[in-house]
């Protein structure tokens, strides 16, 4: 019993692990984030995105930065790109399988790796803040979380709605607003 419920147990970790939003951060520590109340986006922003899918993470960005007190204008304090690419990410667990034994001085082993699971595709989404002013970067973080092409339009929100909540969980930095 108990070896079933450590099994059952090792399994949804597996599966949480497999799907969860991994974001990297980076910021201009001198930047004074009070300062910034206003944003915009990049005319020429090129997403890397489908249509749908901008669309659909420029609406959950707008609803999370407004939910902060930011407010969308046409002359900004701040403008943000976003990039993004998919990219297939090759099996990451091993099963290692040991033999070895000894004779007196003598030792030997042989040694297996097998690759458990297929490759899996995984969306990388940077989001770039940059002073409207002075034309700098003083915000950065980059997502990387499993993708499915093949999901449904509700499910796509809500796998972008995850990312937008993981990057900007820390935004801004150290709660300074």
Known sequence: MALRYLLFVGWMALIVSCSAVRVNY????????????????????????????????????DSMLQAKGYLLYGEPDFLI?????????????????????????????????????????????????????KNTLFWQAISESPFRENISPLEREEQLRKVVHKVFSKFPPNAKR
Request: proline share 3%.
């Open 81 to 133: 790109n976003i990039m993004s690419q998919e990219y297939q990410n090759g099996p990451q667990n091993n099963v290692g399988v040991g033999l070895g034994g000894t004779n007196r001085n003598m030792g030997g082993g042989v040694s297996i790796g097998i690759p458990m699971g297929g490759n899996q595709w995984e969306r990388q989404i940077q989001f770039d803040f940059i002073d409207a002013q």
């Open 26 to 61: 980076d910021y201009d520590p001198a930047t004074n984030f009070s300062n910034y109340s206003t944003y915009d986006y990049f005319i020429d922003m090129e997403t890397g995105l489908s249509q749908l899918d901008e669309k659909r993470l420029l609406r959950v960005l």
